[in-house]
């Protein structure tokens, strides 16, 4: 298994863990975040402006992590600097 | 496919390049600019007004309220600033219903600038609010040994605030440029309906968190000093003021209706 190959197979396993393992948490914590909103918001329904603007907040910030995710699949799928380089050092020779 | 509108280059000269991300800020700009001028051109105070008068009267006060309930004391001092904020990644997201467009937003360029800018404007605001030795008091707060972290952490949410709306934006445009080559049109469409919602949603995030990044830096705090407490006697007197108008403007508004 030559380099190429073995960058090649490195980098799709790891985009796609990165994904797949990286929403797992996010997913929970914004589970969570919203239950607790909708018990809040029926204990005081005339603080719901202040609750779901909090919420929406709250969530922004858990899904970046998630982002962050993405981003780095992303990168390991279509800007990925390994890969680039085996290929123009492939394309050179 | 191309990560972001970075790869569209209309023109190159060395290493100058005019790319779509630029071209598209510009036009933006452009827009934003002139149609703010067309519509403040005669305005009215009476009740005879244009509707776009109206418009912006809506979007300026809303800004103006989301200020004021972060707790800022006087928001029209940030309004420019943060409005502006907000009406560009809100606009940028929105003109994605124009055919062959892509938001500016989804270049990590344009969210990293917009995030260079909110972190040179919170201690540029704080310390023209607190005096130089206030501000930098401020990251010894709790203890002294907070100060590495309190530093650290000032980097890591500018860095958090350019990468979560860069993610935001790419993903939007890469969601739908992926549909569009392998399902019929009508999964892009509703794809294309939920990144204008997120766009929306991250615009008013990214402006709601450079507020309370703003606040932090600004705000003085109980526990301090003896001075403090009359800032805050002033400033709880007028959110009371303001709970006991709105149920009084509510219902004013139903025996009306």
């Known amino acids: 298994m030559d380099s190429t190959t ?12 990165t994904i797949a393992l990286g929403s797992i948490g996010p997913a929970l914590g914004e589970g969570r975040a919203v239950a607790t909103a909708l018990s809040s918001l029926a204990q005081q329904p005339d603080a719901a402006t202040t609750i779901t603007r909090t919420l929406f907040v709250g969530l922004a910030m858990i ?8 981003v780095v699949s992303m990168i390991l799928i279509f800007a990925n600097p390994f890969w680039n380089h085996i290929i123009a050092h492939a394309a050179g020779k | 496919m191309h990560l ?17 991300t630029i071209a598209f800020t510009w036009g933006l700009m452009f827009v934003l600019a002139v149609g703010s001028k067309l519509v403040t051109r005669r305005l009215s105070t009476d009740l005879q007004r244009s509707r776009w008068q109206n418009l912006l009267e809506i979007v300026v006060t809303a800004i103006n309220e989301q ?21 560009f990644v809100a606009i940028a997201s929105i003109f994605t219903i124009v055919p062959g467009y892509e938001p500016p937003t989804g270049s990590l360029s344009t969210t990293a600038a917009l995030a260079i800018c909110v972190f040179v404007a919170v201690p540029l605001f704080g310390i023209e609010d607190r005096g130089l030795g206030g501000y930098l008091r401020a990251y010894l707060k709790p203890t ?13 949410r500018t860095l958090a605030l350019a990468v979560r709306l860069f993610g935001n934006m790419m993903s939007g445009t890469m969601i739908l440029a992926i549909l569009l080559t392998i399902t019929p049109f009508i999964f892009p469409i509703a794809m294309s309906a939920l990144g204008l919602l997120t766009g929306m949603v991250q615009a008013y995030i ?20 003896k001075a403090e407490p009359k800032p805050e006697a002033k400033a709880e007197p007028k959110p009371e003021a303001k709970i006991e108008s709105k149920p009084e403007a509510k219902a004013e508004a139903e025996p009306k209706e």
């Not at chain 1, 073995?6 to 863990?17: F, H, K, M, P, R």
């Not at chain 2, 200020?67 to 420019?80: D, H, S, T």
């Open chain 1, 6 to 17: 073995l960058i090649a197979i490195a980098s799709i396993v790891t985009a796609g863990l």
């Open chain 1, 63 to 70: 899904e970046s992590i998630a982002i962050y995710c993405f």
């Open chain 2, 4 to 20: 972001s509108p970075d790869g569209i280059i209309f023109w190159q000269h060395g290493f100058l390049k005019l790319n779509a």
């Open chain 2, 67 to 87: 200020i004021a309930e972060v707790g800022l004391r006087q928001p029209e001092k940030y309004l420019g600033f943060l409005g502006t904020l907000f009406l």
């Open chain 2, 144 to 156: 002294v040994i907070m100060l590495p972290f309190n530093i650290i952490s000032e980097l890591s």
């Open chain 2, 206 to 225: 990214f402006f709601i968190l450079a507020t309370v990044y703003i606040a932090a830096a600004t705000r003085t705090r109980k526990p301090e000093a």
